[in-house]
């Protein structure tokens, strides 16, 4: 014979420690990302990501975009001069 009132003891116990100290650790474990808000990042060029390679700004003080990946603008080096995107 099966003893069902030990079986539903142990369950129990299996429960109460996973939400006593398992559940708890693992949510202060997210808590402590420490990743870069995404919020934060900030995007560049006609493509819209992030960061990458090498990139250049425009002259114009009031281009929506400002800053440009070379791959985007079809340039391999820094041009000399003033450099203006094709929208301004």
Not at 9 to 14: K, M, R
Request: aromatic share 12%.
């Amino acid at each position: 014979m099966e003893d069902t009132s030990l079986q539903g003891e142990i369950v129990f116990s299996c429960k109460d420690l996973f939400i006593s100290f398992l559940l708890l650790e693992l949510i202060s474990q997210g808590l402590k990302d420490n990743s870069k808000p995404i919020v934060n990042k900030r995007v560049f060029s006609y493509c819209g990501e992030e960061e990458y390679g090498s990139i250049i700004a425009c002259d114009n003080p009031s281009c929506a975009l400002e800053w440009f990946h070379y791959n985007c603008v079809g340039i391999t080096t820094n041009p000399v001069g003033n450099w203006y995107c094709e929208n301004c």
